[in-house]
């Protein structure tokens, strides 16, 4: 069984950076697909951005697009989420997830496991 844990949540002013990790353990890291997702009270869990095995396909939702930067160091066995000039609505609890398919898709169905989340509050 993969498990995921996430770390690097906090509050930052809007306009700040901010750094996510994601580790997983049960699985080579090196086939396992990552995925982003956040979610915040009374919305449905939203699409943030993935990554394929060896990074080879990546996937952003429009929201982040150009501020975000998902990557992978699989000799870590970690997937960093870099995000940049944050806003007032990034607000949410992120989640990492792990696929054993080798794709960067925003299907939340093909994401087997999940890690608890971390908070990330934007606000001045």
């Known amino acids: 069984q993969v498990q995921v844990v996430e770390s690097g949540g906090g509050l930052v002013q809007p306009g700040d950076s901010l ?6 353990s049960g699985r080579t890291f090196s086939s396992l697909g990552i995925g982003w997702f956040r979610q915040t009270p009374g919305k449905e869990r939203e699409f943030v951005a993935a990554i394929s095995w060896r990074g080879a396909a990546i996937k952003y939702s429009d929201s982040v697009k ?50 608890q989340g971390t908070q990330v509050t934007v606000s001045s």
Do not use: H, P, V
Request: hydrophobic residues 35%; contains cysteine; positive net charge.
């Open 66 to 115: 150009g501020r975000f930067t998902i990557s992978r160091d699989n000799a870590k066995n970690t997937a960093y989420l870099q995000m940049n000039s944050l806003k007032r609505e990034d607000t949410a609890i992120y989640y990492c997830a792990a696929s054993t398919r080798n794709l960067a898709t925003s299907n939340e169905t093909l994401f087997a496991s999940w890690g």
């Open 19 to 24: 750094r996510l990790s994601c580790t997983a």
